[in-house]
Nanobody
Framework: QLQLVESGGGLVQPGGSLRLSCAASGFTVDYYTIGWFRQAPGKEREGVSCISSRGGSTYYEDYVKGRFTISRDNAKSTVFLQMNSLKPGDTAVYYC???????????????????????WGKGTLVTVSS
């Protein structure tokens, strides 16, 4: 079955850290730009961070810049999101998505509604609370 599977979510106190993983099953991620997105309760889905197929380009939305780091291991068909200095406002379901069409990481994150992603994961819940 061709799919993306997120893991690593959970409950963490403000200021804490989590590392999310996005693993591809049934295909390799080598030719895909991968992005992390999130959706908080009652809010629209928004971009978080995106990484190019070889990892040479990354993009972060302003609200996570300096706190989150995206990386990928194509040999393991896995993309990671290291989240540090977490805030209650980071509470959301985090999704990863893969896009094969040629685009910039900035466009994939900032204009993701303009694209039909090849794959979406089902999400992992991150709760930041004391």
């Amino acid at each position: 079955q061709l799919q993306l599977v997120e893991s690593g979510g959970g409950l963490v106190q403000p200021g804490g850290s989590l590392r999310l993983s996005c693993a591809a099953s049934g295909f390799t991620v080598d030719y895909y730009t991968i992005g992390w997105f999130r959706q908080a309760p009652g809010k629209e889905r928004e971009g978080v961070s995106c990484i190019s197929s070889r990892g040479g380009s990354t993009y972060y939305e302003d609200y996570v810049k300096g706190r989150f780091t995206i990386s990928r291991d194509n040999a393991k068909s896995t993309v990671f999101l290291q989240m540090n200095s977490l805030k209650p406002g980071d509470t959301a379901v985090y999704y990863c998505a893969a896009l094969r069409a040629g685009t910039t990481v900035q466009n994939m994150c900032g204009r993701f509604r303009s694209y039909v992603m090849n794959y979406w994961g089902k999400g992992t819940l991150v709760t930041v609370s004391s």
